[in-house]
């Protein structure tokens, strides 16, 4: 029996198709937006579709924005000849937020894992081959992820990147700024020994 | 700085806004929607804002329904002597789903608590007494939740319902069906101790 009314009831299913979203938070979540001023859900509807038809990829570096060529790939100010490889847009914004990195990036929108079946062709790394043809790079950070996953396809752009004789380089690991050391993994630690530069 | 576009922050934005989703969640969140197909995108905020409009509450026991009064209490097989007094639209649904309570409902809307200034008149407490000046009720089961303000809920609105006349329970505590006792706490063990019957 559908006991919340068919609309209710729908819009517990809508909300319970997000990803980490399961029946119980579905349905506070429904609840919410009908306690909502009306004004606000339209809005909330308003930002969904409209996020939808006006977002997609940087056609250079495919991260996500609304423009043709986002505002990294379009300004003058960055130093083209440096491009930094990356997993997601999010960890283009972490690097972003230092505000330490003047290069370039290249989003995969993924990493390769054999495990869920995605191979090469399934990351962006042919559009990376063609940027390199296309213009002139001297250097290619791989800052893909630590993980099992990251590593791995850190290591197949590299055997890939460096017969074409562009500088690949990989970010550091290494004990985190303000980490104490009791709590650092053994690979962390042993990685931060061999990474030990002179002072 | 706007990293990700406009449209897809106000989406980051709007899902944040939601309870219990935090900036992280929200941005996964509008990474699945631009992820899903147009049409799907479509029906989501649909149903966001056929919710919205066509949900309210129903007239008589105050249950989410889209209906002027919902099925149960326009159903003619259901006992309207008992009224059951609930937190919630999804406590009634927890009961519903038990198959074996006959009667009607009347949903609060919460419960009372002095720590976040909810009183009596902010609950659908008067709207209680309306009911009953209206037609007949025998017994009023009060099954609001065994937290304090639960408690406090149903021993006031005991307090207020026995000099009418009517005949009013509460819901019994006791140790869960197929609850270890070892891991029951003890005012639980206390209450079934208390509540024992005879077999």
Chains 1, 2 share one sequence.
Do not use: W
Not at 4 to 27: M, W
Not at 76 to 103: C, F, S
Request: proline fraction near 4%; include cysteine.
């Amino acid at each position: 029996m559908d006991y919340y009314g068919k609309y209710f009831s729908r819009l517990i299913e809508q909300f319970g198709k997000l990803p980490g979203i399961g029946y119980k938070s579905a349905r506070r979540l429904a609840f919410h937006v009908i306690s909502m001023p009306e004004a606000e859900v339209e809005e909330f509807a308003r930002a969904i579709m409209e996020a939808k038809k006006n977002t997609g990829y940087c056609k250079e570096c495919f991260t996500i924005t609304d423009e043709e060529i986002c505002p990294i790939c379009a300004s003058t100010k960055r130093e083209p000849t440096t491009i930094m490889v990356v997993e997601e847009t999010k960890d283009l914004v972490a690097y972003e937020k230092t505000g330490r990195y003047q290069g370039l990036y290249h989003v995969l929108g993924g990493v390769i894992s054999p495990m869920l079946g995605i191979g090469p062709g399934d990351i962006r790394t042919k559009e990376l081959f063609t940027r390199l043809r296309q213009r002139e790079v001297q250097e290619i950070i791989l800052a893909t992820g630590s993980t099992v996953e990251g590593e791995a396809t850190a290591i197949y752009l590299s055997k890939l990147l460096k017969p074409i004789g562009v500088k690949v380089t990989r970010i550091a690991n290494g004990v985190p700024v303000g980490g104490d050391l009791e709590y650092v993994d053994e690979m962390t630690l042993t990685r931060a020994l061999e990474g030990r530069t002179e002072i």
